[in-house]
Structures are given as C-alpha cells and as structure tokens.
C-alpha cells in the first residue's frame, strides 16, 4: 500500500494523464478547485470516501489508487485460491483446536481423579501410622 504522499501524487498523475485540469476535476468531484488543489497538495486527509470519489470520477479501479497497480484478473482468481486454502487450513486448525480442547477436558478430568486417589492415599497412609503407632505404645 503506498503511503498518503504516494497516493496524492499518483492521483494527480492520473488525473494529468486524464487530460483535466484541477478545476475539472474538482468539478466532477463536486467540490471546489482550492479543496481539490489541497488534496494533491496533502493539506487534506486521504480517506477511503475520497478514494472512491476520485476512482469514479478517473475511471479507475480503486486498488490502483491505494496500491500504485492495477489487480488483473490473473492475479484476481489467484487470490481467490489463495484466499480458499486459508480458509481450508483455518477450518482445520479449529478443528484441531476442538479436538485439543476436548483431550484438554478429559486430561483435566484425568488430574482431578488423580489428585483425588493422591489425597486419599495420603490420608489413609496417615491413618496407617497412626495405627502403627497405636499398637507400638
């Protein structure tokens, strides 16, 4: 993406290679020539709005505006592939997440019992000395 300098002086390229003039363009615009001028000028803040303004009124895809480049229709379908195996390699990823959840359940079932039998252990161990130490007195 380029940066807001870029942007300003690309679309004053465009607007050059159009053939208009600031006043026409701004007119298309529906706005002054001094508030276009301050556009190219960088006195006004680049907004996706103006963005979209600017792309209809040069007749131009928006992408060439915020990228520098057109996206042809190669490159298109290709981000849509792309885009798809993403959405295949998340859906798997949450279903290992599922899965992982789920043993994470059962481990903590798991620790809870044991650390129950832990305790048991202990008392009843505890019990046996103290027995132990009944008989011997």
């Known amino acids: 993406m380029l940066k807001d300098t870029q942007i300003k002086q690309l679309i004053?390229?465009?607007r050059q290679k159009a053939g208009l003039t600031q006043a026409q363009m701004a007119e298309k615009l529906g706005i002054s020539r001094i508030a276009y001028r301050e556009i190219e000028c960088g006195a006004t803040k680049?907004?996706?709005?103006?963005?979209e303004r600017i792309s209809e009124a040069l007749n131009c895809p928006k992408d060439k505006i915020v990228?520098?480049?057109?996206?042809d229709a190669v490159q298109m379908?290709?981000?849509r592939d792309s885009r798809a195996e993403f959405e295949k390699e998340i859906l798997s990823l949450q279903q290992k997440v599922s899965e992982l959840a789920k043993k994470n359940e059962e481990?903590?079932?798991?620790?809870?019992?044991?650390?129950?039998?832990?305790?048991?252990?202990r008392e009843?161990?505890?019990e046996?000395?103290?027995r132990k130490n009944d008989g011997k007195a």
């Open 12 to 14: 004053r390229s465009l």
């Open 46 to 51: 680049i907004t996706i709005e103006l963005i």
């Open 67 to 71: 990228m520098g480049y057109d996206l």
């Open 77 to 79: 379908e290709s981000l």
């Open 107 to 121: 481990l903590g079932r798991q620790v809870e019992d044991l650390t129950e039998k832990y305790e048991l252990s």
């Open 124 to 126: 009843l161990a505890a």
């Open 128 to 130: 046996l000395r103290k």
